[in-house]
């Protein structure tokens, strides 16, 4: 296996050297929302004197910019790609490969990642020194989140292909992902930090696995929970992984016996 | 004029028909609009449960310049960015020949050819979120303030319109120019909140080369009469200089198409 996935990686590096600037483009949008939601929390808090339910207005920064770096380590684009496969019946020729075709996703995520990692980090300190952020974390917090984001991308690369199997069902589904993406928008941590929501919408959000994606390893990088309540999230964290994972499984199972090879 | 008015009526219908043939995709998306709007109104909401003001603005005249957002991407979703996307395809494979040889004038007929017709349902959406802005708002509104809305919506469009002109223009020398509309799409969501609240890189870069600052505070800001007519005009006038640069980056465009077979 880990032989597979040297060979993977560097077929793939050689793939993503040749659209450079693509990547450096596509992480904009990584950058933009959480940039425009911390420049109207900004104004908010500036109309509030200062401050709104314990957000100051540099820990609104920090918490933004965080949710911008975990934003865009937890991207995953499967679904859209998946679903054009299905429906051109490229998907054909990969299920007769020995490998899953997770595992070509997985390899073709993680490079973007990395490859855009320096230009992100770039992009943070710009915005960090025009919002004059203040990190209030201490060691144990960078450490907590190394496991906490490493869950985070896992469990959003799975969402990510349970919904893609719908497409065995669906053909089409622009609608599953506007859906999904709306509900992510709300309950995720994006409009606002979750302590900052109607307590109705914090105990929906805390109750869906998008916070564990986005909200809640933004809160551990930006030192907004204490050991205890960290270490609790990471194990809602763990769980909504291992119920993504077996949910993708058994979808996945199913939706095999429904392609139709569209196209074959 | 008349005859591209009704040039336009005829491109709308055959559209229309040629939609309607999904019929399911059609009303998914309108649902999907519903989904959308309705939860960036839920966005403003969470926001002022928090606060009665944001830099000025007070929240009927938020969920206003929301309406105004959605109109505006609604009008240029609906009749341009599918022309256009149309468009880039026949600069890359060489179609764009018949488009030329037709007895119309060749700007009007790319930028208007293709309509998303299921896209009228923002206009409308937005307009309604615009309308319950505007009963929140409260204030006695004019027949004036009307106009200077109208006109100033209009030229947000415009201005929309030659942006996107340009940067499609764009494609008769470099092939690839979807990225950089990437780029466009990706900025425009930052139109969702009044201009003033950006810090100043952010506003300059979205006032001039991303319009849609512009596009979306100008209308909002007519409607709550905190733009009088000399404001209006001069927009206007930046509109027309707008469009008329674009034009003649089009033209000059043009002239370097190679065509199909050549």
Known sequence: MIRIYRQLLVAQIQAAAQYRIQAVLWMLFSIIRPVIFLAAWTAVSAAQGGSVGGY???DFAAYYIALTIVGHLTTAWNSFEFEFEVRQGKLSPKLLRPLHPLHYSVVENLIWKVTTFLPLMLVCLVIALTFQVRWSGE???????????????ALSFMIGWVVATATFWLQRINTVNTLLQRTSFIFAGQIAPLSLMPTALQVVSYSLPFAYVLAIPAEILRGGVTLERGLLYLVGQAVWLGLSIVAFRFAWRAGLREYSAVGA | MIRYLRMFRAFAASEFQFEMEYRGNFYLSIFEMFLVIGTSIGAVLIMFGHTTTMNGWT???MIVLLGVYYLIQGGVNLVFSPSFERLMEHVRVGTLDFHLLKPVNVQFLVSTRHLRVVRAADLVLGLVVVIVGLLQVGAQIGVAQSLLFALSLFFGVMLVYSLLLGLVTLSFWFVRVENLLAIFWAFTEAGRFPVDVYPLWLRVSLSTIVPIGIAVTAPANAIAGRMDAVGVALLGAGTVLAVGIASALWR????SYTGASA
């Open chain 2, 59 to 61: 929240l009927p005249e």
């Open chain 2, 252 to 255: 000059r465009g043009l002239k």
């Open chain 1, 139 to 153: 060691w144990w917090h960078l450490a907590l989140f190394v496991p906490s984001i490493v869950l985070a991308a």
């Open chain 1, 56 to 58: 100051t207005t540099s």
